[in-house]
């Protein structure tokens, strides 16, 4: 296992100064829900910091009216009607699935087996599949209600899934992650006080960050900062970097607030701390 190097962020794809629209990158992110809708928002607007054009789509309609109010005030991405997701899945660089999407409301038993699913984990898991089988040669970052109801046979190759420790046992049982990587051919991305990134090929610890980063929706920025990346970079790279520079962030505010500090405030910070890392 090596620790990431800090010299490895500037491998990162930049901006070529004669670059026009959208080539710099194209993200759609799907998911949202009546009561997770602020998750995906939080996603949205980190990556938004990054690629060119930022697509949002949800099959909760409550969604789609808070997405427009924010639209007023934030005029860094594009509202997409649930019928057109897929023209929009189809033209993007990357794609994230499962930011505040809903989930089980029961755990799997002893055998990995789903307990009485609920109809709106049931609907998270069919939109889940739909997706990521229909368009398995897209790049894919994989969070939160999708991790949770979802089987490991449909993460698509090269794939960046990034789940906490109880959506890792969900969806992995007790599998060792390394084994997990190379099994799924993906990128395993193990969320922690030190973040463990796993491909088929090695191992990578990415160190610092503070227990501010314990906050609801700092998941979902990691989310939406890795998917941006992702774009135009390699994936275990895309990866990595995420992590490094979230955490860098967040040492950032732990030097002037301590843990005093939310999801919106790394979404805030991330832009001047690549700026200076690169």
Known sequence: MREFDIEDLKKLYRPAKDSYGEDNGQVTIIGGSRLFYGAPILSLKVSSRIVDMVFFASPEPSVGRVAEQIKSKLMSFIWVPWEDAESYVAKSDAVLIGP?????????????????????????????????????????????????????DWIPENAIVTPNKKEYKLLFGNMDPKVVAKKYECIIVMKGPETVVYSPAESVVVKGGNAGLTKGGTGDVLAGLTVALLTKNDPILAACSASFILKAAADKLYKKVGVNYNAEDLVDKIPSVLKSLI
């Open 100 to 152: 505040g999407f809903m989930r089980f409301g029961s755990e799997k038993n002893k055998d990995h087996e789903l307990v009485n699913p609920n109809k709106d984990g049931q609907k998270t898991r069919e939109i889940t599949k739909h997706f990521l089988q229909k368009f398995a040669q897209k790049r894919w970052v994989i969070d939160a209600g999708s991790l949770q109801t979802m089987d490991a």
